[in-house]
């Protein structure tokens, strides 16, 4: 029995041996694995990796910083990394001794000189390296070398330096050159007035006016190549004062009035009834957007209207020019706004222009501080439309109230316009005169304010646009003038500019007052406390 017993315990120790020896044996190919892999990481990572002591001597370093020091150093073991890299000796030793001293890593970033290929930079952090007790016993580096990412970035500022340098001379050039045309081109275009003054032959009078025509584009030319350099050198800033916001619409359409006659197209101005009157703006570069953007406007119209538009959102003033032009291609939209850009030759042969204008719009705006876009569907019509800061002036005029009486009159609105008429009936509704109705003709205007006598409810007071096809505003005036049942209107005519010298005899038709065009809801409050 004893035997038996020595021999099963012999036979466990022996089991208890051997699964002990297949355990170290299988931790110690473990950890065997575990080495390759890491030295296979060691070895391969992208990044330099070193190990220093102390004194700073390198007490393993993996391929990477190797490979990328070779031609200095074939085995850099035991070795300061100084000693074969002259350019550290000032950056390296100080590095090493700030992480031993504080125990914490630190990044890194420098140019040193490498005495064969010059000027490398490198970067990446460093962190102690500690025993088995926690004892800092040298240093860990993980570093980059980024010389050639550093060499590209210094080629693209150059780069950048360099073409900003020959754009600056670009513009510089064509400042003077323009400033050269511009000169002779006034001359030219004055003898060019004062020869079309003169008694011509047809065929003589055609030439001088393509002269002069010629003259006139080239000088607008002129213009925005001068308008562009300036900008592209920086030498227009924004120049912020006090405006009335109205007056500067109102100013702008009677400007072109008259180029929107010869096209046959119709200005109309809404500004909302919520707009400050004074604002802080840049009186010369908003109405320099303003007529680049209302003249393609008119430009391209072609017989239908121009609509103006300003309201206000939050802080924000905004400006819309719509009209009811060839509109754009949507996959046009991105070309609008670049230098020189036109988007059709046959336009452009049509219709003129550099292709300055929406550029040099662009970046006037920017300086405002404000952007510009565009909205537009092919045979309906274009929107361009920007933003600028509402900036609200301490001083703002009287607000103007409207007499109480005024309020229950019955008004009549006559303009062949819809959009004239709803911008009226709106201003009106804002002054609460609830009775209003608007006429598209004068013979339906003449038809109503019959109606209205027959009715025992007859029209107070009429507002009546001059421009009517068939019948104008003054011929109208003139009809009800005759018509004794009407005696009790009154009679307010409005006009654009351009027909001023068409309305020195308004008493004679019947009318009590004329309202120039763009109508806003002051000139409203100031005629009707006037005539009623």
Known sequence: MLIKGLLIAVTCILIIVLFAFYKLTKEKKRLHQQKEEFESIFDNIPAMILYKDLSGRIINANRTFI??????????????????????????????????????????????????????????????????????????????????????ENDLKLAKENAEAANLAKSDFLSRISHEIRAPLNGLIGMSELLLATKLTPDQHRYVKTIYSSAELLFTLMSDVLDLSKIEQGQITVNQTSVDIEELVSEMAEILEIEAKKNKVEIIVQCSVDIPKVVFADVVHLKQVLLN?????????????????????????????KDTGIGIPKDKFDQLFKKYSQLDPFISSRFGGSGLGLAISKELVSLMGGTIHVDSEQGVGSTFWFDIPCQIAPSQPEILTLNEQVKSKKILIVDDYQQNRDILLQYFHHLECLKVQAASSSQEAYEMLKKAVDEKDPFSIAFIDFSMPEMNGKQLGKWVLKNPQLSHLKMVLFSGIAKLDQLDDLEEHGFSAVLFKPIFVKDLINVLNKIV
Request: with cysteine; glycine share 8%; aromatic share 8%.
């Open 67 to 152: 490979d990328l020091f070779k031609h200095l150093a074939q085995n850099p073991v035991g070795k300061r990394s100084e000693d074969f890299i002259p350019g550290l000796r000032e950056i390296v030793p100080k590095i090493d001794d700030k992480v031993i001293k504080s125990g914490h890593p630190l990044e890194f970033c420098f140019p040193y000189e490498d005495q064969l290929l010059g000027t490398r930079w490198v970067a990446g952090v460093k962190v102690p390296y500690k025993d088995d007790n926690d004892k800092i016993i040298g240093t860990i580096m993980l570093g980059k070398d980024f010389t050639a990412q550093k060499k590209a």
């Open 293 to 321: 953007l209302m003249l393609n406007a008119i430009k391209f119209s072609g017989g239908g209207e121009v609509l103006l538009t300003l309201e206000k959102k939050e802080d924000r003033l905004i400006f819309a020019v």
